[in-house]
């Protein structure tokens, strides 16, 4: 792309950061130049992140009506994968499935839940009466 080409579309991210693009100058070689956003870049972003919403408002759900616990629904909202919450934890990812479900939450004891809570920065109490 030439340099006047450099897309400086608005985006939800064009007050916090830019991107570095490989453009041609007028000599033809290429050089950087920083881009605000496109427009096709940030209807994929905003695409993704209705789908995480999405995922949230699911997770919401499954813990009110008894299918999951208060840890899936945090573990969904803090865009978590069972690597990084048994990183934050020390709770092996295997356990930490058991701890999704309302059988398996029941029976942790408080310094468990402390290690959850702390790896979500919620307390414990937030963690055993879910509001959602």
């Not at 605000?36 to 209705?50: C, F, I, R």
């Not at 840890?71 to 048994?86: A, G």
């Amino acid at each position: 792309m030439k340099k006047a080409d450099t897309p400086q579309d608005k985006s939800a991210l064009t007050s916090m950061t830019r991107e570095v693009c490989y453009v041609k100058n007028k000599d033809g070689k290429y050089e950087t130049e920083l881009s605000t956003g496109w427009d096709v870049k940030t209807e994929a972003l905003d695409n993704a992140w209705d789908d995480i919403n999405d995922q949230i408002e699911e997770a919401k759900k499954a813990v009110k009506n008894g299918e999951k616990s208060p840890i899936h629904y945090y573990y969904i909202l803090q865009l978590m994968d069972f690597k990084v919450l048994s990183g934050y934890t020390g709770i092996w990812p295997f356990f930490i499935k058991k701890h999704m479900t309302p059988k398996g939450f029941s029976k942790l004891n408080d310094r468990k839940l402390a290690k959850y809570a702390d790896a979500f920065n919620i307390t414990i109490d937030e963690l055993k009466n879910f509001k959602g």
